[in-house]
């Protein structure tokens, strides 16, 4: 119905759905090895705790800076507006 052709159409499909499922999967794996981690001694636990915590803390501040300049970008070619 969209005129697409069926290999690009497919490659396109992948492309999208992939990332999304290889994250998944990622998770998964995360959460059996936090629970494995459950049995580890107290020390342990905190100090990937608070690991996860620094590296939550770095990979938010790189994408919301990224997301700062995306939008200041984004302003900046915006044509002005055409008012009477």
Known sequence: ??????W????GTF???APR?????WLGVQAQDIAMAQSRDRTTQIV?????L???VIVYKILSRWAR???ANAVR???PDSQP
């Open 1 to 6: 119905s969209t005129g697409v052709r069926l």
């Open 69 to 71: 300049e995306a939008l």
């Open 15 to 17: 492309a999208g759905i």
């Open 54 to 56: 620094v590296i939550f």
């Open 8 to 11: 690009p159409y497919l490659l």
């Open 48 to 52: 990937l705790l608070v690991l996860g």
């Open 21 to 25: 499922t290889l994250f998944g999967v």
């Open 77 to 79: 070619v915006a044509p």
